[in-house]
Nanobody
């Protein structure tokens, strides 16, 4: 059995920063890509950023220049650093991972609220 456990998030002031973490646990944790998605109230879940096992990254236009995704392959973890947060960044953030043995799995989600 494998799971992704997220940490971080919470209430952030406009213009502030956040760092989200997500770590996989279990056995056979070979992973292709990992990523972060978010879902705002009343909207579809959308891509924030992804990173391959080789370190290639992709970002949504809405976060380019403000977000950095990074990955620790040795610890099967992925991180998201976001700066200059605005009200539009308020959402539930989910990490995901494409496991060689298990397919795509999702973290439990973490609320990020940008508010003064």
């Amino acid at each position: 059995q494998v799971q992704l456990v997220q940490s971080g998030g919470g209430l952030v002031q406009p213009g502030g920063s956040l760092r989200l973490s997500c770590a996989a646990s279990g056995s056979r944790l070979e992973i292709y890509a990992m990523g972060w998605y978010r879902q705002a109230p009343g909207k579809e879940r959308e891509l924030v950023a992804t990173i391959t096992s080789g370190g290639s990254t992709k970002y949504a236009d809405s976060v380019k220049g403000r977000a950095t995704i990074s990955r620790d392959n040795a610890n099967n973890a992925v991180y998201l650093q976001m700066n200059s947060l605005s009200l539009e960044d308020t959402a539930v953030y989910y990490c995901n991972a494409d496991f060689i043995w298990y397919g795509t799995k999702w973290g439990q989600g973490t609320q990020v609220t940008v508010s003064s």
